[in-house]
């Protein structure tokens, strides 16, 4: 298998934790690249590899951007998928892999990320993304699980279903059948607000991480943005009775859930359809 990857530094870790983020599948609200963002700015991180983007992405689909200046063609640039490593707040080392999605060879990518993690002596994966869901924005998002234990699932939502996957849980399965632990964070985003930044989710996923993989990984101003999201929210459906009610029918909804770490179906769809349309319409 030929390499997909530049080797940049082959630093010294001690079990580090694989984060990753990667773009193009579901990211409602924005919530993992919210994380990745918070990640990248506060971090001290390092490249330890990058991956080869004309063999891993379709460039008709992901075209360049040309930088003009008075008509002179001066650059063309593109976002990295690259691995990276820095320390957290308490000194884990952590490795981040962040960028795009490939659009080619998914397995082999797969395979040489968790070759590069176990050589790196990687200790676990947590991937990072966020769904919609008919839930109401005044009550923390929840996290499910796609996990390759139930020890690791434990305290989650969890569910069984059989659904489209992103290259994050090819990764995870990999690394499972390599004996390496793996689990997706996964946070419910409102459907009425997941067409917009949602920091709660991105706050909810990096405090997941935090807590399942045993780091101290920065929050940023994420708990601020999360406060400030909600009151800009609770603003515009004060204004309409009707959404008012049927905001309080998704937080019943979202209380009973809470009492279960078991994902089930939800009648919640049409009322989460009609405050997406109202505040759609209030340019939010």
Known sequence: MSSLYSMIEQPDLESPVLVMVLKGWIDAGLGADGAADVLLAELDHHTVARFDADALLDWRARRPTMRLVDGINTQLSWEETELSWAKDASGNDVLLLLGNEPDHAWLAFSEQVIDLSLELDARMVVGLGAFPTPAPHTRPPLLAASASTEH??????????????????????????????????????????????????????????????????????????????????????????????MLHQLEEQADHQATSTQLSATSGDELAAELERFLREQGT
């Open 152 to 245: 690791l699932a434990q305290g989650l939502l969890q569910n069984s279903v059989d659904v489209p996957s992103g290259v994050q849980g090819m990764i995870e399965r990999r690394a499972a059948l390599r004996g390496l632990p793996a689990i997706g964070l996964w946070a419910q985003v409102p459907h009425y607000v997941s067409a917009m930044p949602y920091p709660p989710a991105s706050l909810a996923l990096l405090q997941g991480a935090n807590r399942v993989a045993g780091l101290d990984l920065p929050l940023g101003d994420l708990p601020a943005q999360a406060e400030a999201s909600r009151g800009r929210i609770d603003e515009l459906i004060a204004q309409n009775p009707e959404h008012t009610a």
